[in-house]
């Protein structure tokens, strides 16, 4: 293997490079100097995200365990932006006392998580995606636990080892039986030896099972809010969107290269998750009073949403998807972003408490509603766009039953949306949340996922560029 | 630059603009002049249009601009008006400009009000311009969601409650909408082309009859909703009742007129043989609409309900009008539009002006404003009258047209329909007639009441706009209705071309 070819795997490289410059930062900075660790990774995070733009040869390696595509290579960049815009919100909480220790740890972790995730979506068997699964997961569990004097946050810790360990062991039988019946692993023969039998439907059954696990599709959501409550703030916004979205598009990618066969059957399946999400979703997000909680359910249904794009198995549905989820990236950040930054410097996260604030702190309640209705779906703000041609797509392929009830939902969660709203905006309150100042790097996170948020939407270049990068049948 | 643009610019810089003030002060001042510069830009494009039309450019379309916008679904952003579409922009353009000035004294977070009141106006422009499904359908969302805001934080009584249940209804609405207009989509190209969201194209293709019949329905409803269709009609009292003043103005004015012209516009337009086919269900719920809606309108003791009612009997009556589908009604149906629209703003305006004095909106609470405050009392006579179809007043043409539109259908079922609705130009009668005893004559009841005060400078610039208008179209009607009679021909030969 030559340099050349080493370089495929560019993405991961550098990441690893960053994860082991922070690590010897760690062993030979004083302990009184820690918090340089944050601005030194923060930049070294930055170089690594805009050399990810620079243009990439693509190809297979390893007998073809890893492999990259353009739009592999995009959607690893959409995720570089995401955790580079998480690793900003993190900052003025890592500065805190009682992190002042764990600095590195932190991002030393929550990288390696994003190395997993990046060799999650540029596997080429099952192998190499169960490995990269399991190195995203894993650290994310120490994630989960990291404020670790808090009873809830172990709790979350506890609660995710636990379901992702059973909903891996799932994948994982389910893997053995696709094994089984085809004899190889690697997705391309998979897909070529595919012939629908009682025991490959089991296997894939199972499969589909374990990634609705990580996605937090219906009826396999459960460890989704309590884990989200309980992690700490930036760590809820890397599970709900770095994972759910890496783990969403590698289903996508899965279903549409090895199980291209049986898209009728899985078209069916995806069907009825997509309504259970999406309607369940809501109807416990309606009753959150717990900020996280709340983001926590209305996440859940965005997934319903972001199904509706994978059934349609078009080119189409592809670039939805894609194009969903860096729209939900960018709105789903600023949301967090805006309870990070109440929850660091009044310790407050419940919607009671958000009353009356747009009276204190004008502008992070209008990004907060910005970001609300681009989770939504309102013009002009690009949630609107991504959930529109997701629609189309599911429209394209003649389900307007469950388009209908798609936009019914989307109204639904329009209603719980407008209470935070409504909160911030029309309830009186006597003491609202201190008018504050943020700090810098909180400012630039919200201002770079505000300028997301509606320029992914009128840009249409962004559009078709993943159109021309995506694939379907 | 293309002239339509500027309906979208203007805002847009307004808004900038509002925001680089420090007070309520600025705000106001500066948002006058962008609804005056975009009253001043839709009376110019009236004589544009009727200039081109008489160098005699007969397109269909007039000043049409056409971008690219997302090349691979064939969404454009495409605009053109017609003579249609003119008399609606000049409408909104009036009814924003009578508003800003009927909101001077908003003082609490004006600004924000301001800013809201402008990006709902401007989603009304761009629905009245676009030639495009996709955009049509982002400007209609544009103008719904401000509402909440607008009626949450601003308005009165139950406001939240309001607020929540229009802005809900009328997204569920659009939700059946979109699945309509995907329908329309992914059926304009029956024989392979191109799949278009142009309203152009796709009128000049038959989209299938099975297609049509499963969608038409979908888009009809989904408009239909934002006309206070029956039995979806229950956001709009509670809507209007709780919203401010300049919200009930423009939301009564304009944008339950988005409702009527996406009817025709998209729905009958694109699909006349489910039109056809499917208007008698329809015609039997804008009859009760109609004669629902006034007699809601004569129980009701507070002043905005009584409106509200009426806006629902009223627009009851456009819908009933298009789908009579014959070029008197419809050409009724549009002239009902703009002279409803005209009117149920001055009412709404001198409602909130005299709930400004009074504080209290209950018609038996008050009386004998007429000796108090003359010049808001003569004024909502005349709004009155003109709701009421005195001749001389835009009521009377509006409601002459349709009535005598509908009545040339020779079958019994459409004229049984037509005296029904005729019925209620009496009820409103009644329901006039009766406030404007009890409120403007009669003694005062309310010893309070002699030291209020008459109109401002502002509230007569406010009314004295919109009766001039009121007034314009009853005594020069014609030139109206051909101008509207001359964009209905496109749309009559697709509706009668079997």
Redesign the interface.
């Known amino acids: 293997m030559n340099l050349q070819q080493f370089l495929i795997m560019r993405h991961e490289i550098l990441l690893i490079g960053v994860v082991l410059l922070v690590l010897l930062a760690e062993l030979f900075i004083k302990n009184e100097k820690k918090h340089y660790v944050i601005p030194f990774t923060i930049v070294l995070f930055l170089l690594i995200t805009i050399a990810g733009f620079l243009p990439a040869t693509t190809g297979s390696l390893f007998g073809g365990m890893y492999q990259t595509s353009n739009l592999i290579i995009l959607f690893k960049n959409i995720l570089n932006v995401a955790v580079f815009i998480i690793l900003l919100q993190s900052a003025s909480w890592l500065r805190k006392e009682i992190n002042h220790e764990r600095i590195s740890e932190f991002y030393i972790i929550l990288l390696s998580s994003l190395v997993g995730m990046n060799y999650m979506i540029s596997s080429g068997d099952f192998l190499m995606f169960y490995l990269g699964l399991e190195t995203a997961t894993i650290p994310l569990t120490a994630l989960a636990a990291f404020d670790k004097y808090k009873n809830k946050s172990a709790e979350a810790g506890i609660k995710f080892i636990l379901s992702s360990a059973l909903s891996s062991g799932i994948l994982l039988f389910g893997l053995s039986i696709l094994y089984g019946t085809t004899g190889s692993i690697y997705f391309t023969e998979v897909a070529d030896k595919l012939v629908s039998s009682p025991l490959l439907v089991l296997g894939f059954i199972f499969f589909v099972s374990g990634m609705a696990f990580k996605i937090s599709l219906v009826p396999f959501h459960f460890w989704t809010a309590d884990v989200y409550e309980g992690a700490p703030v930036n760590v809820t916004s890397y599970l709900s969107v770095v994972s759910k979205g890496a783990a969403a598009f590698i289903f996508m990618i899965i279903l549409f290269t090895v199980f291209k066969s049986l898209s009728d059957m899985w078209g069916g399946v995806l069907y009825l998750l997509s309504i259970l999400t999406m309607t369940i979703g809501n109807l416990f997000a309606m009753r959150q009073k717990n900020m996280k909680r709340f983001l926590a359910f209305s996440s859940i249904s965005q997934a319903g949403f972001i199904l509706l794009g994978i059934m349609g198995a078009s080119q189409?549905g592809m670039?939805s998807v894609v194009y969903f989820v860096m729209v939900y990236v960018f709105s789903n950040l600023a949301a967090f972003g805006v309870v990070s930054v109440i929850s660091d410097k009044t310790g407050l996260e419940n919607m009671d408490d958000y009353n009356g604030m747009y009276r204190t702190n004008p502008k992070l309640s209008l990004i907060m509603m910005l970001a609300l209705?681009s989770l939504a779906g309102?013009?002009?703000v690009a949630g609107?766009f991504g959930k529109?041609?997701l629609?189309?797509s599911a429209?394209?392929k003649?389900y307007?039953w469950l388009?209908?009830i798609a936009?019914?939902n989307?109204?639904v969660s329009?209603?719980y949306y407008?209470l935070v709203?409504?909160a911030m905006?029309?309830n009186k309150n006597d003491n609202p949340i201190a008018k504050f100042r943020s700090t810098f790097t909180d400012k630039l996170a919200l201002i770079i996922c505000v300028a997301g948020i509606f320029a992914i939407g009128f840009l249409?270049p962004i559009?078709?560029l993943i159109?021309s990068l995506s694939f379907g049948f | 630059m293309n002239i339509l643009t500027l309906f979208i610019i203007i805002p847009i810089l307004t808004v900038i603009g509002i925001l680089c003030t420090k007070d309520y002060k600025g705000a106001r001042v500066i948002s006058a002049i962008g609804m005056g510069l975009q009253l001043v830009t839709s009376v110019t494009l009236i004589f544009l249009f009727l200039a081109e039309r008489r160098a005699g450019n007969t397109s269909e379309m007039l000043f049409m601009v056409d971008y690219v916008?997302?090349?691979?679904?064939n969404i454009h952003y495409l605009v053109g008006v017609d003579g249609i579409s003119v008399a609606m922009i000049t409408l909104t353009s009036i009814v924003s400009f009578a508003g800003i000035f009927a909101s001077w004294e908003v003082k609490d977070l004006s600004r924000e009000f301001f800013i809201s009141l402008i990006i709902l106006a401007t989603g009304v422009f761009g629905f009245f311009i676009s030639l495009d499904l996709?955009t049509m359908f982002?400007?209609y969302?544009?103008a719904v969601?401000p509402m909440?805001?607008l009626i949450?934080?601003w308005g009165s009584g139950p406001?939240?409650y309001s607020a929540?249940k229009l802005?809900?209804m009328l997204?569920?609405g659009?939700?059946?909408l979109?699945?309509g207009l995907?329908?329309i989509?992914?059926n304009s190209a029956p024989d392979g082309g191109h799949l278009t969201f142009n309203i152009l194209e796709i009128s000049k293709i038959t989209i299938p009859i099975e297609a049509q019949r499963?969608f038409f329905p979908?888009t009809f409803i989904g408009f239909g909703i934002l006309g206070a269709l029956f039995p979806f009609h229950t956001w709009s009292p509670d809507g209007h009742a709780s919203a401010p003043t300049a919200v009930s103005m423009l939301h009564a004015g304009v944008l339950m007129k988005l409702g009527g012209y996406g009817c025709f516009r998209v729905a009958m337009f694109l699909m006349p043989e489910a039109a056809h086919e499917l208007a008698w269900i329809f015609l039997i719920l804008t009859t009760i609409s109609v004669v629902y809606g006034a007699f809601g309108a004569i129980w009701q003791k507070d002043l905005k309900y009584i409106n509200a009612y009426s806006s629902v009997s009223h627009c009851g009556l456009v819908l009933f009008a298009l789908l009579m589908m014959n070029e008197t009604a419809m050409d009724g149906a549009i002239i009902q539009m703009i002279s409803h629209g005209l009117m149920t703003a001055l009412f709404f305006a001198l409602i909130g002006m005299i709930y400004g004095r009074t504080h209290t909106r209950m018609i038996n609470e008050m009386g004998g404003l007429m000796k108090v405050m003359p010049f808001l009392a003569v004024c909502y006579v005349i709004a009155g009258l003109a709701s009421l179809g005195l001749p001389g007043l835009s009521g009377f043409v509006a409601e002459m047209t349709i009535f005598v539109g509908s009545f040339q259908h020779p079958d019994l079922f459409h004229r049984v329909a037509t005296i029904i609705a005729c019925s209620s130009i009496v009820i409103t009668a009644v329901y006039i007639l009766r406030v404007v005893g009890i409120l403007l004559f009669g003694p005062i009841r309310n010893n309070d009441f002699l030291q209020l005060k008459d109109a401002k400078w502002y509230e007569k610039m406010s009314t004295v706009t919109l009766i001039v208008a009121v007034a314009g179209i009853g005594l020069f009607p014609l030139w109206l209705s051909d101008m509207i009679m001359n964009s209905l021909k496109p749309i009559m030969d697709q509706l009668s071309l079997f």
């Open positions: 189409l670039t209705f309102i013009p002009p609107f529109f041609f629609f189309t429209a394209s003649g307007y388009v209908l936009v019914l989307a109204t329009l209603y407008l709203v409504k905006f029309i249409s559009y078709e159109r | 916008w997302f090349e691979a679904l996709f982002l400007f969302e544009l969601i909440y805001l949450g934080i406001k939240e929540m802005t809900l997204m569920g659009s939700a059946l979109l699945v995907f329908g989509y992914f499963f979908f």
